[in-house]
């Protein structure tokens, strides 16, 4: 049983950045691939990033590339979900994910394990 708490969530302005944080419980952090997922109000949840167990390969949505950095410290067990240039339609509940798998690029039923969610609300 893997445990993942999400933190960081909150209500900033249109423009301003945030980053979320995902600690995960057990030892083989460091085996499993992270995802950030997240779901609007009305909308089905999507990916946002994806990030292999090595870190080496990292995926992003269209809609948030060159705006987040999904990154890990596996020392920590630890996913980051940096998020600049923040927009209204980043407004959603975000949430991580661990597949134990470790392989990159995987659909989200793939991933075995979820945080509760956290909020991230984007005024404009």
């Known amino acids: 049983q893997v445990q993942l708490v999400e933190s960081g969530g909150g209500l900033v302005q249109a423009g301003g950045s945030m980053r979320l944080s995902c600690t995960a419980s057990?030892?083989?952090?460091?085996?499993?691939?992270m995802g950030w997922f997240r779901q609007a109000p009305g909308k089905d949840r999507e990916v946002v990033a994806t990030?292999?167990?090595?870190?080496?390969?990292?995926n992003y949505a269209d809609s948030v590339k060159g705006r987040f950095t999904i990154s890990r410290d596996n020392a920590k067990n630890t996913v980051y979900l940096q998020m600049n240039s923040l927009k209204p339609e980043d407004t959603a509940v975000y949430y991580c994910a661990a597949d134990l798998s470790g392989l990159p690029f995987r659909k989200e039923h793939n991933y075995d394990y979820w945080g509760q969610g956290t909020q991230v609300t984007v005024s404009s």
């Open positions: 057990g030892r083989a952090f460091s085996s499993y691939s």
């Open positions: 990030i292999s167990a090595g870190g080496g390969n990292i």
